[in-house]
Every structure is written in structure tokens, then in C-alpha cells.
């Protein structure tokens, strides 16, 4: 089984309607990240949280929120989607070793915002 | 200003071939390098982390130039299975005192046949 997971895997959404991914892990890491990835852009961090109370914007988190639900889940909403939220969105996770520390990948969400 | 700038590729090479991918980041004070791999459609994983002593990992040398700001891959006797986009990435302190992974754009490689 996989220790980061994200559900759903694809997702087809119109403007104007909120979403909301899901990420759960079974690796025990505090820390939990979402980014996006966009063609020719990169991984881009929206959000991250190093434990359950804690919860800080990254790069490019307007237009998104997210809760901790639980060391093991972070979920990610989009309020009121628009077009160009349209992308690959992984969550990750690492334990908070230090600087050489490795970040897990969940398989990703496709999102297409109509 | 980009932080972590790659050369897009693709890189198409035979196999057996050495390839080399080169990565320039632009904050002094970062603190750790990587390099992740990438399959089509699927999520990066960790390749091998990058030292200033430079590493090897079997066919994978990793070398780090903190004065130059400067991250290379090199790849020996290229197989079919090496073929994905190669992510060099780097860690450091946002403005906002969290350590943080800064993503370069990632590097395709083909290996043909």
C-alpha cells in the first residue's frame, strides 16, 4: 500500500464550484506540504504544515485553504475554482530531520477547472 | 528572478551514453541539494541528495560548487529506465524563516534504443 495517498486522482470541476483534495499518510511524518506543478513552471508550494496547529502559506496560496485534520490527513480547498487552477497537485510529507531530509510524494491529483 | 534554473532538454541519448545535467540556483545561503526523478505522470522521487564533497550512487555522480552556485547530474551508461525528468532542487530559509524546497523545472531525458 502507499504511504501517501490523495483521492481523487482525477478530478473535472466548472468555475465558480468548490473542491476539496484529500492526502492522507501512513509514514508517521509531521510535516505536510501541497504544492502544484504546472507544464513548463515547476513544483510550486501552496501550503504546508509542520504539525497539527500549525498551518503557513507558501509561494502561492491565494485562492486556496487547507486544514490538518490529523498528523495523518491535510486536505486542500479550492473556495470557488477557477481556470486557471487548472494543474497536477501533489501532497508530500517528511518526518523533520533536518536539512537533508527526504519529501514523499503522494501519486498527484488532475484537476481541469472548466 | 528564477531560483533554481535547469535546461529544459530533452536530452536524447543512445544507450550506454553519459549524460550530464547542470542546475545554477540563485540564494547563497541555501543549505541542501537534491536531485529528484520524475516519471511521465507520476510524482518526484528522491534521487540522491547532493553533498559538497560530491557523491556517487552506483552510475549517478552528484557534484555541488557552493562558490559557483552550481549543482551537476551526471549519468554513466544510460539504460532505457533512466529515461524521466530529472528535478534539481534546493533547500533553504523563506523570508518567513521556514525551510522551505525550491523546485527547479526539471530536465527530460530520452534514452533511445
Known amino acids: 500500500d502507499a504511504d501517501v495517498t490523495q483521492t481523487p486522482r482525477n478530478r473535472i470541476t466548472k468555475t465558480g464550484k468548490r473542491i476539496m483534495l484529500e492526502c492522507s499518510q501512513t509514514?508517521?511524518?509531521?510535516?505536510m506540504y501541497w504544492y502544484r506543478q504546472d507544464p513548463g513552471l515547476g513544483l510550486r508550494l501552496i501550503y504546508y504544515?509542520?504539525?497539527?496547529?500549525?498551518?503557513n502559506k507558501g509561494e502561492i496560496s491565494d485562492g486556496y485553504s487547507v486544514s490538518r485534520q490529523a498528523q495523518a490527513k491535510f486536505s486542500l480547498s479550492l473556495e470557488s475554482a477557477i481556470p486557471n487552477q487548472t494543474a497536477l497537485y501533489f501532497c508530500?510529507?517528511?518526518?523533520?530531520?533536518?536539512?537533508?531530509?527526504?519529501?514523499?510524494f503522494g501519486p498527484g491529483t488532475r484537476l481541469l477547472v472548466l | 528572478r528564477k531560483e533554481v534554473e535547469q535546461d529544459p532538454g530533452p536530452f536524447n541519448v543512445p544507450e550506454g551514453a553519459t549524460v550530464a545535467f547542470n542546475c545554477t540556483y540563485s540564494?547563497?545561503?541555501?543549505?541542501?541539494f537534491f536531485w529528484y526523478r520524475q516519471d511521465c505522470r507520476k510524482e518526484p522521487k528522491l534521487l540522491m541528495s547532493?553533498?559538497?564533497s560530491g557523491n556517487e550512487d552506483g552510475r549517478f555522480t552528484a557534484q555541488l560548487n557552493r562558490a559557483s552556485q552550481y549543482i551537476s547530474l551526471l549519468i554513466r551508461d544510460s539504460k532505457l529506465s533512466d529515461s524521466a525528468t530529472y528535478l534539481c532542487?534546493?533547500?533553504?530559509?523563506?523570508?518567513?524563516?521556514?525551510?522551505?524546497?525550491?523546485f527547479g523545472k526539471g530536465t527530460k531525458l530520452s534514452v533511445i534504443p
Open positions: 508530500a510529507t517528511s518526518a523533520g530531520e533536518g536539512y537533508q531530509e527526504t519529501q514523499y
Open positions: 547532493v553533498y559538497s
Open positions: 532542487v534546493v533547500g533553504g530559509y523563506s523570508g518567513a524563516g521556514s525551510y522551505q524546497l525550491t
Open positions: 509514514k508517521g511524518h509531521d510535516r
Open positions: 540564494n547563497s545561503a541555501s543549505q541542501s
Open positions: 504544515s509542520f504539525d497539527v496547529k500549525d498551518i
